[in-house]
């Protein structure tokens, strides 16, 4: 499967050189003859591409972008760049992402591509204001170290136009238990550039007939389990949450896709569930293990953020139910959890935020980082439905940005957090994370509510607020950050 987070930005880079017919001086040139020469200003202008060319090679990330050859254009004192000139971006034009300039370059605007710059001065200034009244993507750098956090964000704007989601549905405009979700998927294409294809939820489980490769399922169970510190599943019923998983799979390579979602309240209605003795809980975390973007309950709203957090961060994140916990609410009493394993007894001394699913993954410290510790569940109490269980208060940093997008897609309300407990249910949904939130619980519940946003939540390890807002500026979305 082709993970849409491995994308790079092809830069394409533009060494531009304004060369003169003759010597003389004036209020915009000066100096010796011997430099002002047209041989000379042609001649250091190749020798500087070169060197620029290698400059680019040492300093940009190649974890972000591609930096493909260099082309040399040039251009006399009456400020027009040729046709013929031009035309030498034509062989990369397909796979440009974006030009990197040395220099102004009159016209480039008309071959359609953003245009970038790395210069202190007042050049990228003039043209930045230019190309944002005429409507032109322009990016500058003060210096290499600003030009490659700019990178990493087209790289995550570039990832978001190569994912498709594969939309395990009913086939009703939203699912039942998210109303909030967002009924217009195609409106993502025409914004984003997200695709998607839509299937009846029922045709995992046809697929899943054809997934018969026992040995490999059996290895996939043992090497889950030899990593957890306990099970209450038995590695029998693993094995049917990971044919599922594979299911699921084999039908995403099918279709080109590398996100996925499926309807939950549904699923359950429809029984099938009980008839394989599965749940789609584990999936959900072994495929954020690997890169892949999935939310549960075809809730798309929390799906765009799980893709954008997880293309930011290069973290698996965790999606749950947003609740509110009053003050002074005891866990084990009053929340009827089956296990407090970090916070305090007696309750928090103000409000805080509840976040309950069974989709925490391993890989939340970094998709390169070891496994979080954690060990497997049973979502039901006949024994069957394997769910990943992490304390998440003992990661190695408290603090988290949260955050769900918009009903239709246009903004992310996000707020930085901090956990401050976690607690197990023996079945159903676990584990149950406690979160402080920045600007106050209380708040981002009622905004989720009546800014028209909805219920569940993304949440992921570190601060990532001002990375969401560079990301949304550059995307199109509105980040309206909660403080």
Known sequence: MKRAIDVKINIKPIFANRTHTAVWEGPCRVGRPEYLSPEYEVRTGREQCKIWHKQLL????????????????????????????????????????????SYRVPGLERLGKPISMINRGPTPIDLGAYYADIGKEFYFGYDFEEYNRILRILQVKKAIRNTKILVLTTGEQAPVS??????????????????????SMKDVFEVMKTVDDEEKLSEMADRILAGASKSEVSKEYMIRDLKYYEAVKKMMEELGCNAYTTACMELCASRLPMQNKCTPCLSHALFKNEGIPTACEEDINAWMAVMIFMYLSKKAVFMGNASLVKPHARPLEDLRVSELVSGPEEGFDDYVLEVRHSVPSMKMEGLDKPDMPYYIGQFTFEGWGSKVQINMAEASTKTVTIGRFSRDGSSILIARGEVVGCAYHKYGCSPDVYYKVEGGAWEFVHELAEGGYGHHLVVVYGDYVEDVKALGKATGFKVNVLK
């Open 178 to 199: 998210v109303v909030s979700s967002n009924p217009d998927i195609y409106g993502l294409n025409l914004k984003y550039g997200i695709r998607s294809a839509r299937r």
């Open 58 to 101: 040492e300093n940009i990330d190649s974890e972000y972008a591609n930096v493909l050859e260099p082309v040399y254009i040039e251009y006399i004192e009456n400020f027009y760049v040729s046709d013929e000139q031009l035309d030498k971006l034509k062989p990369d034009l397909q796979d440009t992402d974006i030009f990197l300039i």
